[in-house]
């Protein structure tokens, strides 16, 4: 079997050799085809990697492009730190008008916004019960004034006989017994004088305070002002039993009034009488009232756990443009200086290339950047006062420096990482 198997692969081998000419040549063409294909597309792969390699290395070599900074003065003035609590307007004196007697509203001759003086009549309470009280304390007042004539005249006659018998006693005539019986009713007389007497001014007395009553029925304003409140109709019934119902509220000058502002416990220890003020209220947004704090009051007031303090603080009215429980949202200057060095807040909060943890972190003191010849500089600097908007500068700066407040430009994380190195060279 082997040597079948092997004149088999001779008899192939032969029949290879035995090949037309034509047949051997196609074969060596289509494989110099397949060569040049092979070639032709590893050499636009190497072109392609070419390319994409020159664009990166134009990309990562060129210019990052130019960083323009914001720029703001170093400039000199006043500069007030202030703190801010909203409160309400009020007028600095307001008496409530009540009623020391129940009854029921008779008339009403005060209104809202109703201009009245000291003892004018603003309403009336039904006064019928109260002048039968005072009509029948006169009628007990005149039967104990009766009373006591009567026993005047009483102790006038056993006078006149305590006197005869006393006379008699010492001739002999009365007895002893009958002088004494004299002498006894007379003493009676006068303490029935003074028992009538003391019940007469009893019955003086309640007639005065039914009097006072019935006075009690006309409410009167205790103070000229004028009326802010209202409480009460015709017809009405009011009971002072065990608390005086509140009629109206007068206030005694609108011209003058105070803002009750509610300051947090972490500001009100810098808040202290004399301090400047001014606030708003929405019905004139762009109209600021200036007043001063008069009062820092030590109670607190709690409200959902937040505790703050009411600060008084008085304005002027001429205009009557404020009026009672407006909204009012409050600045109180507590620190101020007229001619600092300032400059605008976001000096102090920039920091160029975003190199806020590199460079700015590298100091523990406040610092800004200024622009000299085009490129940033840091400036470290001592804060004193700062707002919202400006900060106070002690050391470091000069009126008429130039602080950057911002910066526009830089492309990327080139751009930034170019500016970097050059900021550290300025470091």
């Known amino acids: 079997m082997e040597s079948a198997y092997h004149r088999e692969s001779s008899r192939d081998r032969l029949g290879e050799t035995a090949a037309s000419p034509e047949t051997r040549t196609a074969s060596v063409l289509a494989g110099r085809d397949r060569r040049r294909s092979h070639l032709a597309g590893a050499i636009w792969i190497i072109v392609a990697l070419a390319i994409i390699g020159g664009v990166a290395a134009w990309w990562a070599t060129r210019g990052a492009p130019p960083v323009s900074y914001t720029t703001a003065p170093v400039t000199q003035g006043p500069v007030s730190q202030t703190i801010t609590a909203s409160g ?41 019960p109260y002048q039968t009280v005072v009509d029948q304390d006169q009628a007990t007042l005149a039967t104990a004034n009766a009373q006591l004539a009567k026993d005047q005249t009483n102790l006038d006659y056993t006078k006149l006989t305590f006197q005869r018998n006393q006379d008699l006693v010492k001739r002999g005539i009365v007895s002893q017994d009958t002088f004494d019986a004299a002498q006894s009713a007379y003493n009676q007389a006068q303490a029935q004088i003074q028992v009538d007497q003391a019940d007469v001014q009893q019955r003086q007395a309640a007639l005065d305070a039914a009097k006072v009553n019935l006075s009690y029925t006309n409410i009167v304003s205790p103070v000229d002002g004028t009326v ?49 003020a001014s606030f708003t209220v929405e019905a004139f947004p762009d109209h600021p009232f200036t007043g001063n704090v008069t009062q820092v009051r030590r109670a607190p007031q709690t409200v959902q756990n937040v505790v703050t303090y009411d600060v008084v603080i008085d304005v002027a009215n001429p205009d009557l443009l404020l009026r009672p429980g407006m909204t009012a949202t409050t600045k109180i200057v507590v620190a101020q200086r007229d001619h600092a060095v300032r400059v605008p807040d976001q000096a102090l909060r920039f920091s160029p ?44 700066l000069q009126p008429g420096e130039q602080v950057i407040v911002g910066e526009r430009g830089g492309n990327g994380a080139g751009g930034n990482a170019s500016q970097a190195s050059r900021l550290r060279l300025r470091l």
């Open 228 to 276: 802010i409140s209202r409480n009460v109709n015709v017809g009405q019934t009011v009971a002072a039993s065990f608390q005086t119902p509140t009629l109206f509220v007068i206030a005694t000058d609108l011209t003058k009034m105070e803002v009750d502002a509610n300051v947090s416990e972490s500001d009100i220890g810098n808040v202290k009488a004399g301090d400047q």
């Open 88 to 128: 309400s307007v009020n007028p600095m004196v307001t008496v409530q008008v009540g009623t020391y007697v129940s009854g029921v509203i008779q008339s009403i001759s005060c209104d809202y916004n109703t201009q009245v003086k000291k003892g004018q009549t603003c309403a009336g309470i039904d006064p019928r």
């Open 353 to 396: 290339g975003g190199l806020h943890g590199a460079a700015a972190g590298q100091s523990t003191h406040s610092q800004v950047w200024v622009l000299q010849n085009g490129e940033p500089v840091r400036r470290p600097v001592v804060v004193g006062l700062t707002t919202d908007a400006q900060a106070e500068i002690l050391q470091g």
